[in-house]
């Protein structure tokens, strides 16, 4: 048992660490194997994870109760799993507009292991709770992210790197999309089921954050 729960720690670390890097066999490892793309699905979730961390201090400054504080991150995890998936198969419909044709089924799940892991990057995303320079940080992860989407593409299932930008793209623009109209269709049920699990609406900024900070520290001065 302890024996494959360091094998596991190490095929994460590799494939999350490789990945960053642009390594082709992290990759072509996730395309091919379902366990490497379980791993990548446990990195996208833990990335969402990451990026709740920085919310997660408004949960704290409310001493909201652990169970929810730890709810709050899996659902944040969870909606990164989702993305990803929605990213993928997006990628895969648009596919037939360029010269490499349709994609098999088969390659619907390779796609979505090269996506998810390409989130390897967002793992630092709990960096993004940085008042000042947290928004340029969160959106060089993103930048990131997509590069790794092409490049995941190009080297795992072979698309031309035009292929592979294209696909990449309006996979990205099209779960984008999907993700915000669905996110205005369902605003409401969400924000409850938001704050049903996490007891806050989670809708504050670093910025906000410290503010409120120094009108407690010091209210004299804020009046």
């Known amino acids: 048992m302890l024996a494959d729960l360091f094998a596991f720690l190490g095929l994460f670390f590799d494939l999350a660490w490789s990945a960053m890097w642009f390594g082709t066999s992290a990759f072509v490892r996730a395309a091919l194997s379902s366990e490497a793309r379980n791993t990548a699905l446990l990195i996208a979730f833990l990335a969402g994870v990451s990026e709740m961390t920085g919310q997660s201090v408004i949960l704290v400054i409310n001493r909201v109760p652990l169970y929810r504080f730890l709810a709050s991150l899996a659902f944040t995890g969870v ?25 098999a089924p088969s390659e619907i ?8 892991l390409s989130f390897s990057p967002r793992l630092f995303a709990f960096l993004s709770l940085a008042p000042y320079f947290g928004v340029a940080l969160a959106n060089f992860l993103e ?4 590069a790794l989407v092409v490049f995941g593409l190009h080297v795992a299932l072979d698309m031309p790197v035009g292929a592979a930008l294209f696909c990449g793209s309006i996979g990205w623009l099209l779960s984008y999309g999907l993700r915000t109209y669905l996110g205005h269709l369902l605003a409401r049920p969400l924000g409850r089921l938001r704050v ?25 001065r804020h009046s």
């Open 143 to 146: 930048a990131w992210a997509m």
């Open 109 to 116: 799940a390779a796609a979505i292991g090269i996506i998810a």
């Open 196 to 220: 049903l699990i996490s007891g806050s609406a989670l809708d504050r900024t670093p910025a906000k954050i410290l503010d409120d900070l120094a009108k407690r520290i010091n209210p004299e």
């Open 79 to 103: 909606t990164y799993i989702v993305t990803a998936i929605i990213w993928a198969l997006a990628t895969i419909i648009v596919a037939p507009l360029t010269r490499i044709g349709t994609l």
